[in-house]
């Protein structure tokens, strides 16, 4: 039995985004999206909760999020959850959760300029 490993995520990018190239010049983008959500309590407050997704693009992919998106924008991604863990110098072993994003639109809203709702 396979499972699926699937993240839909429609936020805003909170800075503008990296790019680096690997040693054999593959290009990856790290960007970091924030989504929120509005409800109410028991005693009918209403309240705002943020969470932060770290995400990263290959290739073009990446190369088109580092062109277009900046701090602000709204963009909508589609992806894979990962999860890496590495061990600090101390000998601490840490652990990140990620999304390796496959799919992206470029949303309007703040930030945006030349708007593109193309899927890349």
């Known amino acids: 039995m396979s499972g699926v490993n699937k993240a839909i995520l429609v936020g805003r990018l909170g800075q503008d985004p ?18 929120s959500e509005k409800y109410k309590t028991k005693s009918g407050e209403q309240k705002e909760e943020t969470q932060w997704h770290k995400c ?6 990446g190369e088109l999020c580092a062109e277009y998106l900046s701090k602000g924008r709204e963009v909508y991604v589609e992806g894979k959850i990962k999860t890496r863990s590495w061990e600090t110098d101390q000998g ?3 652990y990140a959760t990620e999304i390796e994003v496959g799919q992206v639109q470029f ?5 945006s300029q030349g708007e593109s709702n193309a899927p890349f």
């Open 107 to 111: 949303l309007g809203g703040k930030g």
């Open 18 to 35: 990296e790019l680096k190239y690997t040693n054999n010049g593959n290009a990856v983008c790290n960007f970091s999206i924030a989504t």
């Open 92 to 94: 601490e072993k840490r």
């Open 56 to 61: 990263f693009a290959w290739g073009k992919t």
